[in-house]
């Protein structure tokens, strides 16, 4: 049986596929195949539409703080079905929907995809991780090479403009203090949070 949804804190995380264009030096799938005592999280297949739908279904949204697109592979991969299901939700419910995301997808889709995002969705977190193209490369490990990072910084500049809440983030046990402050810099430059995060692992 595929786990598709998960619960951490006061929100509920939709696992919706396990692929991923990066393979991050820090990733947690590398250690375990779940988080927070979920069920595993790897998928024999991706769900379909109707499957996430019926799966949010069955719980009660008004328990909840947030829904949040985030599992074990990166949800815009899934960019038409994660906006379908958006909708869905937000038919439903005004429960606030979060989007996880290492910001790549303008290079998976080939095309501005930050607009789509519009009145479906309430919070991008996008994961920074590193303040330079070449740092970038080697923590993340994306297979679009060394113009990942600029084409991360600049889907994250792009959703301000449809997003209410950007946010970027860092891990604290991968970055220096001085990185730290770089990153600040550069979310201050973008007009979007920073936020540091403890390491899941």
Known sequence: METIT????????LNI??????SCTFCIRNNDDHVYGSEPLWL???????????AIDQKDL??????????????TERLDALLEVAAYIK??????????TNGLS???HGEKTAPKLKGLIDVVSIS?????????????RPKFGIGSFDAML?????????????????????????????????????????????YEG
């Open 91 to 100: 038919k439903k419910s005004p429960i606030r929907i979060r989007v996880n």
């Open 17 to 22: 596929t396990n692929r991923c264009p990066c």
């Open 154 to 198: 600049s889907f994250a500049k792009d959703c301000t403009a449809y997003v209410p809440d950007v946010v970027m983030t860092i891990v604290d046990t991968v970055t220096t203090k001085e990185e730290q402050e770089k990153s600040l810099q550069i979310c201050n430059d973008l007009s979007v949070r920073l936020r540091i995060r403890e």
């Open 62 to 75: 008004a328990s909840y703080e947030e829904v949040v697109f985030c599992g074990y592979g990166e949800p």
């Open 44 to 54: 024999d297949h991706e769900p379909s539409v109707s499957e996430i739908c019926d």
């Open 128 to 140: 920074l991780n590193a303040t330079n193209p070449e740092d970038y490369l080697k923590m993340v």
């Open 106 to 108: 303008d290079l998976i």
């Open 6 to 13: 998960y619960e951490v804190k006061n929100g509920l995380y």
